[in-house]
């Protein structure tokens, strides 16, 4: 998968892209003034900035002219993992930040928000516009009583109205955090019911594949089971009237209220994601007001290169990191490309139209997307003027070889295509995007600036040109504070630094090149992702085995070497069922109106028993190196199973596969 060192890469930066780069820019600049190398380019300043973090990420926040409203006493007070602490003694605001541009006179009638449904009519929101809502919807939050530290909860879809909501809570020093409304109510409660949100912001349904989906009743259970709200927002994005005791947006967010920003500490919580692991409720990750205003500022500023003219579109939903990330696009002062609706409808160029008509220059979508492009083949440098794209980004897999000879074919032959690869459990990414980089097929570009990736055999030995652990042997500004509802740290610390004390192990599989570049080969652990969702296998088995019929399941996701996920749910059937059609559009339609869509198994599979270790867990991950045709001997280890046999349906399955 890797191209070797002389091979020819698929795209190289010009001298001018080069020089103009702001990573360019900012290494001259730290070079004269933080004593960062003036030559070697983006591998020299990669060295310096985990050689000397302190220092990189001072220089960062003086770059970005970060607004501290009462000075840092250091920029790391302590750098043990878990519990690394940063800029102690400061306070500032992320919102703040982000609604800088609004201030500048010669910008405040340009749009910060450029909306696009599936009937791809366009709407913009200017930034003193933007600026104008959030300081009304603020205000009035303040009114609600919301306080510092209070969690405001969102069931919205990608619209100006989350953009707004997000960075009013952010305003008062209250915690986001957000679900997308294709999730069913089981899925949105085990998140929300964790942090005990004090509002909700709701919309009543939401547009998809040309269908309205009610969310009427999906709501009222919500309010039902909340009880720590104090008020509910309605946004009648399908036209209904507020239910009873429900507020109006609009009525929310037409003062004009100059916006008032609470100085919180660095670490003061921004937003709770969640990311699943194999048990148990998802993880309720919490990341810090500073720490993500720090990360963002140097991935969209310096490895995206996104400025002022740019247009920066993702698909995504407020669900998954990347809306956070996109989100974070206007503290570069970049107007933002909110698309709310079906990747593929009226089909599969659908996200292509939205780059044409929006001047999109930054294109963001999934690996998955961009191979059901190549499939179905349609040609979008031919059909579309994608003449301002300049860098088209993927992630949530990784984009296979094809996939990089499909874009350069057929969307420009110059153009910067970023695979990148991070985590929710960061916001951010460990590799990626950097402009002044050649790009090779089937390649990440680079670890990103300050962050010390590595490759780790099981005994902690790096690796070069060799399959091994992701690992990050030093802190990182957005790394979780903690996880919500931990008292002592123990979730969070058996999560990444259990396999490697004070490390960072993040549960996927990597190469790092001899040229310095990043092969991610996904999940080392059992997590499923899915189109860059990551859904534990806990809350499929949670949801299947509700069903009478069901004795026990397991669940398996599997990166194919085409870029497709494949993705089989094993039944073990209760005495007298069978498995035939009603039962499997039973499971299949618990999943899809339980837990998500995109969650739905490829296959559903019945199986004489599902293996478990001798204490009682399933074993998913030496299935799942079974499917991929790993020999039993090498996939597990036979003393920890308590029915070896078992196994031997799986391995049979494998071969029948390969």
Same mark, same amino acid.
């Given at each position: 998968?890797?191209?070797?060192?002389? &091979?020819?890469?698929?795209?190289?930066?010009?001298?001018?892209?080069?020089?103009?780069?702001?990573?360019?820019?900012?290494?001259?600049?730290?070079?004269?003034?933080?004593?960062?190398?003036?030559?070697?380019?983006?591998?020299?300043?990669?060295?310096?900035?985990?050689?000397?973090?302190?220092?990189?990420?001072?220089?960062?926040?003086?770059?970005? =002219?970060?607004?501290?409203?009462?000075?840092?006493?250091?920029?790391?007070?302590?750098?043990?993992?878990? @519990?690394?602490?940063?800029?102690?003694?400061?306070?500032?605001?992320?919102?703040?930040?982000?609604?800088?541009?609004?201030?500048?006179?010669?910008?405040?009638?340009?749009?910060?928000?450029?909306?696009?449904?599936?009937?791809?009519?366009?709407?913009?929101?200017?930034?003193?516009?933007?600026?104008?809502?959030?300081?009304?919807?603020?205000?009035?939050?303040?009114?609600? @009583?919301?306080?510092?530290?209070?969690?405001?909860?969102?069931?919205?879809?990608?619209?100006? *109205?989350?953009?707004?909501?997000?960075?009013?809570?952010?305003?008062?020093? @209250?915690?986001?955090?957000?679900?997308?409304?294709?999730? /069913?109510?089981?899925?949105?409660?085990?998140?929300?019911? *964790?942090?005990?949100?004090?509002?909700?912001?709701?919309?009543?349904?939401?547009?998809?594949?040309?269908?309205?989906?009610?969310?009427?009743?999906?709501?009222? #259970?919500?309010?039902?089971?909340?009880?720590?709200?104090?008020?509910?927002?309605?946004?009648?994005?399908?036209?209904?009237?507020?239910?009873?005791?429900?507020?109006?947006?609009?009525?929310?967010?037409?003062?004009?209220? #100059?916006?008032?920003?609470?100085?919180?500490?660095?670490?003061?919580?921004?937003?709770?994601?969640?990311?699943?692991?194999?048990?148990?409720?998802?993880?309720?990750?919490? %990341?810090? *007001?500073?720490?993500?205003?720090?990360?963002?500022?140097?991935?969209?500023?310096?490895?995206?290169?996104?400025?002022?003219?740019?247009?920066?579109?993702?698909?995504?939903?407020?669900?998954?990191?990347?809306?956070?990330?996109?989100?974070?696009?206007?503290?570069?002062?970049?107007?933002?490309?909110?698309?709310?609706?079906?990747?593929?409808?009226?089909?599969?160029?659908? *996200?292509?139209?939205?780059?044409?008509?929006?001047?999109?220059?930054?294109?963001?979508?999934?690996?998955?997307?961009?191979?059901?492009?190549?499939?179905?083949?349609?040609?979008?440098?031919?059909?579309? $003027?994608?003449?301002?794209?300049?860098?088209?980004?993927?992630? @949530?897999?990784?984009?296979?070889?094809?996939?990089?000879?499909?874009?350069?074919? #057929?969307?420009?032959? =110059?153009?910067?295509?970023?695979?990148?690869? !991070?985590?929710?459990?960061?916001?951010?990414?460990?590799?990626?995007?950097?402009?002044?980089?050649?790009?090779?097929?089937? &390649?990440?570009?680079?670890?990103?600036?300050?962050?010390?990736?590595?490759?780790?055999?099981?005994?902690?030995?790096?690796?070069?040109?060799?399959?091994?652990?992701?690992?990050?042997?030093?802190?990182?500004?957005?790394?979780?504070?903690?996880?919500?509802?931990?008292?002592? /740290?123990?979730?969070?610390?058996?999560?990444?630094?259990?396999?490697?004390?004070?490390?960072?192990?993040?549960? =996927?599989?990597?190469?790092?090149?001899?040229?310095? +570049?990043?092969?991610?080969?996904?999940?080392?652990?059992?997590?499923?992702?899915? %189109? !860059?969702?990551?859904?534990? +296998?806990?809350?499929?088995?949670?949801?299947?085995?509700?069903?009478?019929?069901?004795?026990?399941?397991?669940?398996?996701?599997?990166?194919?070497?085409?870029?497709?996920?494949?993705?089989?749910?094993?039944?073990?059937?209760?005495?007298?069922?069978?498995? $035939?059609?009603?039962?499997?559009?039973?499971?299949?339609?618990?999943?899809?109106?339980?837990?998500?869509?995109?969650?739905?198994?490829?296959?559903?599979?019945?199986?004489?028993?599902?293996?478990?270790?001798?204490?009682?867990?399933?074993?998913?991950?030496?299935?799942?190196?079974?499917?991929?045709?790993?020999?039993?001997?090498?996939?597990?280890?036979?003393?920890?199973?308590?029915?070896?046999?078992?196994?031997?349906?799986?391995?049979?399955?494998?071969?029948?596969?390969?």
């Amino acid at each position: 998968m890797t191209a070797a060192a002389n &091979e020819a890469p698929l795209w190289q930066p010009g001298p001018d892209r080069v020089g103009a780069a702001a990573v360019t820019r900012f290494q001259s600049w730290a070079a004269e003034r933080y004593g960062a190398p003036a030559d070697g380019g983006y591998p020299a300043l990669h060295r310096w900035s985990v050689d000397e973090l302190d220092t990189f990420w001072q220089a960062v926040a003086d770059w970005f =002219d970060v607004r501290f409203s009462t000075p840092y006493e250091s920029v790391l007070g302590n750098r043990t993992m878990p @519990g690394a602490q940063w800029f102690p003694g400061a306070t500032l605001n992320y919102a703040e930040h982000a609604l800088r541009t609004a201030e500048d006179p010669l910008r405040a009638d340009a749009p910060a928000l450029l909306h696009v449904d599936e009937t791809h009519t366009q709407a913009a929101l200017s930034w003193s516009e933007l600026r104008r809502r959030v300081g009304s919807l603020a205000a009035e939050l303040r009114a609600l @009583g919301v306080t510092p530290g209070d969690r405001v909860s969102a069931y919205v879809p990608n619209i100006p *109205q989350a953009v707004v909501a997000f960075l009013a809570t952010a305003a008062v020093g @209250g915690v986001w955090t957000s679900c997308a409304p294709d999730f /069913g109510a089981r899925s949105v409660l085990d998140r929300f019911q *964790q942090v005990e949100p004090v509002v909700l912001f709701t919309v009543d349904g939401y547009r998809y594949g040309g269908k309205e989906h009610d969310r009427t009743d999906t709501v009222a #259970e919500l309010r039902r089971e909340l009880p720590t709200l104090r008020a509910v927002v309605h946004i009648p994005l399908l036209g209904t009237e507020a239910p009873d005791g429900a507020l109006e947006w609009s009525a929310l967010t037409a003062a004009d209220t #100059e916006p008032v920003f609470e100085q919180v500490p660095f670490d003061h919580p921004l937003w709770v994601l969640y990311s699943s692991g194999t048990t148990g409720l998802p993880k309720a990750i919490v %990341q810090s *007001q500073g720490g993500i205003l720090l990360e963002h500022f140097k991935q969209v500023g310096l490895h995206c290169d996104l400025g002022p003219d740019d247009r920066f579109f993702w698909y995504t939903s407020t669900g998954w990191m990347m809306w956070n990330f996109l989100v974070s696009g206007l503290l570069t002062g970049t107007t933002l490309v909110l698309y709310d609706g079906s990747p593929g409808y009226p089909d599969v160029s659908a *996200q292509w139209r939205v780059a044409e008509q929006t001047g999109t220059t930054l294109f963001g979508t999934s690996a998955a997307y961009v191979m059901a492009c190549r499939k179905a083949g349609i040609h979008p440098g031919r059909d579309f $003027d994608l003449s301002r794209i300049q860098c088209v980004a993927t992630t @949530g897999s990784p984009l296979p070889p094809d996939g990089f000879r499909w874009l350069h074919d #057929e969307v420009a032959d =110059d153009l910067w295509i970023a695979s990148v690869s !991070g985590g929710t459990d960061v916001c951010s990414c460990f590799a990626g995007a950097v402009p002044t980089l050649p790009v090779h097929i089937g &390649e990440l570009q680079a670890p990103c600036l300050g962050t010390d990736l590595r490759s780790w055999d099981p005994a902690g030995k790096p690796l070069v040109g060799e399959v091994g652990e992701l690992v990050v042997t030093a802190p990182m500004p957005s790394m979780p504070i903690r996880f919500w509802n931990d008292p002592d /740290g123990s979730r969070y610390h058996d999560s990444y630094f259990d396999m490697y004390p004070g490390v960072w192990r993040h549960g =996927d599989w990597i190469t790092l090149t001899e040229h310095g +570049s990043v092969v991610i080969h996904g999940r080392s652990d059992s997590t499923l992702n899915r %189109q !860059g969702v990551r859904m534990g +296998s806990a809350d499929i088995y949670e949801a299947v085995e509700r069903l009478p019929e069901i004795r026990e399941s397991l669940v398996i996701g599997i990166e194919e070497p085409d870029g497709g996920y494949w993705m089989p749910l094993f039944v073990h059937l209760a005495d007298g069922a069978a498995l $035939d059609d009603d039962l499997r559009d039973s499971i299949k339609r618990t999943i899809r109106e339980n837990l998500s869509p995109r969650h739905v198994p490829d296959e559903v599979i019945e199986v004489p028993g599902i293996p478990h270790t001798l204490t009682g867990k399933r074993i998913e991950v030496p299935v799942k190196r079974l499917l991929q045709g790993t020999a039993l001997a090498k996939a597990v280890n036979p003393g920890s199973i308590d029915n070896l046999e078992l196994l031997h349906f799986y391995e049979d399955l494998a071969r029948k596969r390969h």
